[in-house]
Antibody, heavy 122, light 110 residues
Framework: QLQLQESGPGLVKPSETLSLTCTVSGGSVSASSYYWGWFRQRPGKGLEWVGTIYYNGPTYYNPSLKSRVTISLDKLRNEFSLRLTSVTAADTAVYYC??????????????WGQGTIVTVSS | QSALTQPASVSGSPGQSITISCTGTSSDVGGYDYVSWYQQHPGKAPKLMIFDVIDRPSGVSDRFSGSKSGNTASLTISGLQAEDEADYFCSSYTGSRTLVFGGGTKLTVL
C-alpha cells in the first residue's frame, strides 16, 4: 500500500528557500505513468495546486508560482521534492504531497501525505 | 487562472440531499470532463470523492455523485449523514497540464 510522508523545516525565513521532501513507501517514484503532486493550504483557506511531476521527469507548475517553484524526483532515494524560492508570509501553509491511484491520471489525487506545516517568519 | 466559485456554506438535515456547485469557465470546468471533488475534515488530508466529473474511486459511498452542465459542476450528497460534515473542494483541469481549485464549501449537517 503506497504511503507518502512530507518532511522539511517547519520554519523558513522570509526571502529564503522552502525545501520539502515527500518520501514514498510501498511503491516507486519510477513507476510508469504516474503523476506526483504538491499542494498547499494556507491557514483557513482552500486547497491550492502547487505543481506536478511525471514519473519520467516533465514538470507542470501553477502559473502563479511558476517563477519560484521547482519539483524534482530522486529515484535512488525514492522521493520527490519541492523547492519554493523567495518565500514570504503568504507562503505559510500546510504542504501536502499526493499521487493518483491510477496511472496517467493528472487530476485525481487519492493518495495523500499527512501534510507538513511550514511557517514563513523571521 | 482564477479560482473556481463555490458557495461558502451549505447545510442540510440527516437523510436529506444537498448539492454543492462549482462554477468556472469554458477554459476549465466547461472545457474538460476533468472535475474532481475532495472532502476534507478538520486537520486531515483531503479525500478524493469524485473524479472525471462523475466517477467514484473505490470505497467511496454511492451517496456521493457528480454532474456537470456547461461551466458548472455539481456534487450531490444524498441521505446526508453526520460524518459528511466537512469542507468540500472542487478542482478542474485547465489545459496545458494545470489544475485550479474552488475556494471550498463548508457542509453543516444540522
Amino acid at each position: 500500500q503506497l504511503q507518502l510522508q512530507e518532511s522539511g523545516p517547519g520554519l523558513v525565513k522570509p526571502s529564503e528557500t522552502l525545501s520539502l521532501t515527500c518520501t514514498v513507501s510501498g511503491g516507486s517514484v519510477s513507476a510508469s505513468s504516474y503523476y506526483w503532486g504538491w499542494f498547499r493550504q494556507r491557514p483557513g483557506k482552500g486547497l491550492e495546486w502547487v505543481g506536478t511531476i511525471y514519473y519520467n521527469g516533465p514538470t507542470y507548475y501553477n502559473p502563479s508560482l511558476k517563477s519560484r517553484v521547482t519539483i524534482s524526483l530522486d529515484k535512488l532515494r525514492n522521493e520527490f521534492s519541492l523547492r519554493l524560492t523567495s518565500v514570504t508570509a503568504a507562503d505559510t501553509a500546510v504542504y501536502y504531497c499526493a499521487r493518483p491511484e491510477t496511472p496517467m491520471l493528472f487530476d485525481a489525487f487519492n493518495i495523500w501525505g499527512q501534510g507538513t506545516i511550514v511557517t514563513v517568519s523571521s | 487562472q482564477s479560482a473556481l466559485t463555490q458557495p461558502a456554506s451549505v447545510s442540510g438535515s440527516p437523510g436529506q440531499s444537498i448539492t454543492i456547485s462549482c462554477t468556472g469557465t469554458s477554459s476549465d470546468v466547461g472545457g474538460y470532463d476533468y472535475v474532481s471533488w475532495y472532502q476534507q475534515h478538520p486537520g486531515k488530508a483531503p479525500k478524493l470523492m469524485i473524479f472525471d466529473v462523475i466517477d467514484r474511486p473505490s470505497g467511496v459511498s454511492d451517496r456521493f455523485s457528480g454532474s456537470k452542465s456547461g461551466n458548472t459542476a455539481s456534487l450531490t450528497i444524498s441521505g446526508l449523514q453526520a460524518e459528511d460534515e466537512a469542507d468540500y473542494f472542487c478542482s478542474s483541469y485547465t489545459g496545458s497540464r494545470t489544475l485550479v481549485f474552488g475556494g471550498g464549501t463548508k457542509l453543516t449537517v444540522l
